[in-house]
């Protein structure tokens, strides 16, 4: 199993199982008073949604049980962000926060640029593996 495929899917489980829910569960979004009761309900959902896939996508590829099933839905995760991200303008979305506040590095926003990183690394994995596959 070559070491990106491994890497990239446990990047990927790493941030939506771990890094994720420490930065969501908070008053800014899973406990925000000013968001309604039924968008918290979908904000957990989420969470736990994505948490549970990405460990499953993990655990297919680990133990070579379906790797490339398991990167397929580390990059179905990634680029479902990033699609809802890119057409956040038609639906009124944005990686504001309800303060007004963005995390942002050299103006580019972290959130997006990370999780493209990601995506391209599970990219990277998939491509190792068909390499690999093929004995190359």
Do not use: Y
């Not at 968001?35 to 996508?57: D, G, K, M, T, Y």
């Not at 956040?88 to 942002?104: I, K, L, N, Q, R």
């Not at 590095?105 to 959130?111: A, F, K, L, P, T």
């Amino acid at each position: 199993m070559p070491k990106i495929t491994i890497l990239s899917i446990a990047l990927c489980a790493f941030v939506l199982a771990a890094v994720i829910p420490v930065m969501e569960i908070s008053d800014s979004h899973l406990f925000n008073p000013e968001w309604p009761r039924h968008a918290r309900l979908h904000e957990a959902w989420q969470l736990l949604e994505n948490a549970a896939i990405s460990i499953f996508a993990l655990i297919l590829v680990w133990k070579r049980i379906a790797p490339r099933l398991g990167i397929l839905l580390g990059l179905i995760l990634s680029t479902s962000f990033l699609i809802a991200w890119v057409s956040s303008p038609f639906f009124g979305g944005s990686m504001a926060h309800s303060d007004g506040t963005e995390f942002v590095i050299g103006g580019i926003s972290v959130v997006p640029a990370g999780v493209a990183v990601i995506a391209g690394l599970l990219l990277l994995g998939w491509r190792a593996l068909s390499r690999h596959d093929d004995g190359g």
